[in-house]
């Protein structure tokens, strides 16, 4: 059984920042990469970051592109995201999800395996 459990959201205000934390558990030897999502009030599921397991490929959506960074300890089976420079706009639930197939970083329908989310809430 696969595992994804985040933790790190919170409330904070615009111009802070936050790290959120991605531990997997399970089959995680499966996996060939893994990214962030969010999803914001009455908006559908986007892509955020994702890192390929090697590490070697990251890819960012343009709206966190220089103001986010993702990382992931092996070791720990954990992946992560640095949120810096946080505006309102990335109030948003965030969801880690790890993949197993497919050669694209970004298609959310490549993704099998998701956690419960984390809320991040950014005042102005």
């Known amino acids: 059984q696969v595992q994804l459990v985040e933790s790190g959201g919170g409330l904070v205000q615009a111009g802070g920042s936050l790290r959120l934390s991605c531990a997997a558990s399970?089959?995680?030897?499966?996996?060939?990469?893994m990214g962030w999502f969010r999803q914001g009030p009455g908006k559908e599921r986007e892509f955020v970051a994702a890192i390929s397991w090697s590490g070697t490929r990251t890819y960012y959506a343009d709206s966190v592109k220089g103001r986010f960074t993702i990382s992931r300890d092996n070791a720990k089976i954990t992946v992560y995201l640095q949120m810096n420079n946080l505006k309102p706009e990335d109030t948003a639930v965030y969801y880690c999800?790890?993949?197993?197939?497919?050669?694209?970083?970004?298609?959310?329908?490549?993704?099998?395996?998701w956690g419960q989310g984390t809320q991040v809430t950014v005042s102005s």
């Open positions: 399970g089959r995680t030897f499966n996996y060939n990469a």
């Open positions: 999800a790890g993949k197993v197939s497919g050669a694209s970083l970004s298609l959310i329908k490549e993704y099998a395996y």
